[in-house]
């Protein structure tokens, strides 16, 4: 269980349903459709969510200062998408799925989750161990736990796995 990711929209003026198709394939050319949660009703990859309000329906976990959990590049790039998409005329908003507070998505806050993105990564959620290099690369090995003791190691810089538990 974790935090997911929410990001919502309202552009400056209403979308019709054309619009929200085209912008729902784009989306999906874009990043790829299994980014997106398409159901066999709609197979949209935006949906109406309040009053002017549309939500990307994207599968991925959220990315913030001490939950350093999902695809933070992919979470800037898709809302940047939007952006444009709407040539600047449209407000954004960002946050997870349990607390239910959304933050404007400014260049400010970019500029931060940005930088502490490119100083800790995902350090924290994988429990990076700096003592324990990769053979391969030499970059710093994660250590995942296993029920009944035990550790898996892998690398995210090259994809080096232990492929068994470490006692």
């Known amino acids: 269980m ?4 929410i990001i919502e929209f309202k552009p400056e003026r209403p979308m019709d349903n054309g619009e929200v198709k085209v912008l729902s394939w784009r989306l999906c050319d874009a990043f790829g459709a299994e980014s997106f949660w398409l159901d066999d009703k709609s197979k949209m990859a935006i949906e109406a969510c309040r009053d002017g309000w ?3 329906r994207q599968m991925w976990r959220y990315y913030g200062i001490d939950y350093e959990r ?3 590049s992919i979470i800037l790039a898709t809302c940047k998408f939007v ?11 960002y946050g997870d799925d349990c607390s239910g507070v959304l933050g404007e998505v ?4 970019v500029s931060i989750l940005w930088k502490h993105f490119v100083k800790y990564g995902h350090y924290s ?9 990769c053979p391969v690369c030499d970059g710093p090995l994660w250590d995942s736990g296993y029920s009944g003791g ?5 690398c995210t810089g090259c994809g080096y796995s232990s492929n068994r538990m470490l006692l």
């Open 2 to 5: 974790g935090l997911d990711a």
């Open 54 to 56: 549309w939500s990307v």
């Open 70 to 72: 999902g695809p933070l």
């Open 83 to 93: 952006c444009d998409y709407f040539d600047g005329k449209v407000v954004i908003e």
């Open 106 to 109: 400014t260049e400010e806050f």
């Open 125 to 133: 959620y994988l429990g990076v161990n700096e003592k324990n290099r």
């Open 150 to 154: 035990g550790v898996l190691r892998g």
